[in-house]
């Protein structure tokens, strides 16, 4: 097995047995929370997958994630700002 398919399966592995986890809370957790979670989730994931390709699945992983979890963050928030003012 190759660099490249080796990290792109570390990766998918590491997120199909670290996303379930996050699941729970993010259910009981505000728009926000649960919109930062899932940003940074697929953040990582096409992080992962870009670096593979890249060379450095991990670097990747951890710039996607960041990145994800800003916009995530972002997103939510709008999110529960527009529930707020409907109410």
Not at 27 to 44: F, N, P, Q, W, Y
Request: net charge positive.
């Amino acid at each position: 097995m190759n660099t490249v398919n080796r990290s792109i399966a570390v990766g998918v592995v590491a997120l199909v047995c670290v996303f379930p986890g996050w699941q729970e809370p993010a259910r009981a957790a505000s728009d926000k929370t649960e919109k930062t979670l899932a940003g940074g989730a697929v953040g990582a994931a096409g992080g992962a997958l870009l670096g593979a390709i890249a060379g450095n699945a991990a670097v990747g992983a951890a710039v996607g994630g960041g990145v994800g979890l800003l916009v995530g963050h972002m997103k939510g928030k709008e999110a529960e700002e527009k529930k707020q003012q409907g109410k």
